[in-house]
């Protein structure tokens, strides 16, 4: 059998496994070599810093280290602990500024004005991107606001050539004209195209030409919306947000909620 410890042994179960031991670097490992050496100066800047730290960890606030000028404080009301000020309730701070030494080479207050600089770039440019951010929503919002009021003319067109027709009326500048002859020219092979745009091209321009002397295709669609709205309604008693035709004007006033869409909700 082997003098080593069994590793079942009451050893190895109450003992607890030895800590491992920080990892230094190689600097570290060097550092800390030379100051074991008892031969080994230590640079200025490091002297210059363990002074520097004795010293502000030195308070001048106590008894043992009380200095003119605190006495002078105490004359005028300080007490030790507290902050500067007559006001109780408003003191000044109670711990001294700290020191920051400058590595630079750069002036004096130069430090704090690229500071500021940065600052005011950072929030110019959060401000456009949220300008940014704003406008595209605005954007996409009235984008599907249009798709969606064309929607509503397009049927409500329809319902205008319908009910036009049904009346006798022939023609109508709230038609859809310029879309139905479109869709025609999707819907045909390329002969029946040729062939159509022939034959119609001449009495599309004649159309188009009359109807903008009309005035009816220079306008948005919202306002050509407004305009075959007000034509159904005058002239057939007919509701597009209800969508029903009413008897008369007077039954009209009655059942009907009113004119804008938001009445009907």
Not at 68 to 97: A, V
Not at 152 to 167: A, P, V
Not at 179 to 187: G, Q, R
Request: net charge negative.
């Amino acid at each position: 059998m082997s003098d080593s410890d069994d590793y079942m042994s009451s050893k190895f179960l109450t003992e607890p496994p030895p800590e491992p031991s920080p990892s230094l670097t190689y600097s570290e490992r060097r550092r800390q070599k030379k100051l074991s050496n008892k031969g080994y100066n230590k640079p200025r800047f490091e002297l210059e810093k363990e002074h520097r730290d004795q010293a502000l960890a030195k308070r001048i606030d106590t008894e043992e280290n009380e200095s003119p000028g605190l006495k002078i404080l105490k004359k005028m009301g300080y007490e030790q602990g507290k902050g500067l000020g007559k006001d109780p309730s408003n003191i000044g701070r109670t711990e001294p500024l700290n020191i920051e030494l400058k590595q630079d080479k750069l002036g004096l207050g130069m430090a704090t004005e690229i500071k500021h600089k940065a600052q005011a770039e950072l929030a110019k440019v959060a401000k456009r991107t949220r300008v940014e951010e704003d406008s595209f929503r605005e954007r996409v919002r009235q984008e599907k606001l249009d798709k969606r009021v064309k929607g509503q003319l397009r049927k409500l067109q329809t319902i205008c050539e319908t009910l036009d027709t049904k009346h006798g009326i022939e023609d109508n500048i709230y038609w859809r004209h310029e879309e139905t002859i479109d869709d025609e020219l999707e819907n045909n092979n390329d002969e029946d195209k040729i062939l159509f745009e022939e034959q119609v091209v001449e009495d599309k321009e004649d159309q188009i030409e009359e109807r903008k002397a009309k005035g009816f295709e220079g306008l948005e669609p919202r306002e050509q919306l407004d305009c075959v709205l007000r034509y159904l309604r005058e002239k057939y008693q007919y509701c597009f947000w209800c969508g029903c035709e009413y008897g008369s004007a007077e039954e009209m006033d009655q059942e009907c909620p009113g004119y804008e869409e938001e009445d009907h909700d």
